[in-house]
T-cell receptor, first 112, second 116 residues
Framework: SQKIEQNSEALNIQEGKTATLTCNYT??????LQWYRQDPGRGPVFLLL?????KEKRKERLKVTFDTTLKQSLFHITASQPADSATYLC???????????FGTGTRLKVLA | DAGVIQSPRHEVTEMGQEVTLRCKPI?????LFWYRQTMMRGLELLIY????????DSGMPEDRFSAKMPNASFSTLKIQPSEPRDSAVYFC??????????????FGPGTRLTVL
């Protein structure tokens, strides 16, 4: 069956370090993958989209990689700040549709 | 634009009652999505519309759930009768397809539903 896995355990890192979050999937062949940020009590907010033919995408302190062979995406936040503390969700497009399936998210806490 | 608007923000009801959740998408967006989020199952897509037409309702849990989009600026998700296991946060999101897979979804603040 189709499955998207993100680390269910919270990730705690020190301010200034690079946070790396993982999104693994099975039985999908997504053409597009998105990352969202969700703060407590709020809806998810779009951060980045990466296409299957793009190995890497950057936006300010954010970097996303997409390895279709490993069926994995990595999400990096460099020079992390306490304000980066949130839950981060990956989402894969179901091929041939405009709908996305979301992972359960990884909670990141950046310690000052 | 005010973003996606959902009402109510919180709803507490008793088992067996009818619940109606409301959503106003961003003007000009032609896709509307209803999601449910729980700790156990994460964010699940229930149904989505394109140009007010339901395209995929395969995520709707059962016949107790129904959704409508009578016009481009309004959608409802109804649960009748409600059950305690329906307790969750329900999100509405809207988007417009910009090509190249760019289908950024804009989420509303959610409705926290508690069924006693």
């Amino acid at each position: 069956s189709q499955k998207i896995e993100q680390n269910s355990e919270a990730l705690n890192i020190q301010e200034g370090k690079t946070a790396t979050l993982t999104c693994n999937y099975t039985n999908y062949s997504p053409a597009y993958l998105q990352w969202y940020r969700q703060d407590p009590g709020r809806g998810p907010v779009f951060l980045l989209l990466i296409r299957e033919n793009e190995k890497e995408k950057r936006k300010e302190r954010l970097k996303v990689t997409f390895d279709t062979t490993l069926k994995q995406s990595l999400f990096h936040i460099t020079a992390s700040q306490p304000a980066d503390s949130a839950t981060y969700l990956c989402a894969l497009e179901i091929e041939g549709t405009y709908k996305y399936i979301f992972g359960t998210g990884t909670r990141l806490k950046v310690l000052a | 634009d005010a973003g996606v608007i959902q009402s109510p923000r919180h709803e507490v009801t008793e088992m067996g009652q009818e619940v109606t959740l409301r959503c106003k998408p961003i003007s000009g967006h032609d896709y509307l999505f209803w999601y449910r989020q729980t700790m156990m199952r994460g964010l699940e897509l229930l149904i989505y519309f394109n140009n007010n037409v339901p395209i995929d309702d395969s995520g709707m849990p059962e016949d107790r759930f129904s959704a409508k989009m009578p016009n481009a600026s309004f959608s409802t998700l109804k649960i009748q009768p409600s059950e305690p296991r329906d307790s969750a946060v329900y999100f509405c999101a809207s988007s417009t397809y910009a090509g190249g897979g760019y289908n950024e979804q804009f989420f509303g603040p959610g409705t926290r539903l508690t069924v006693l």
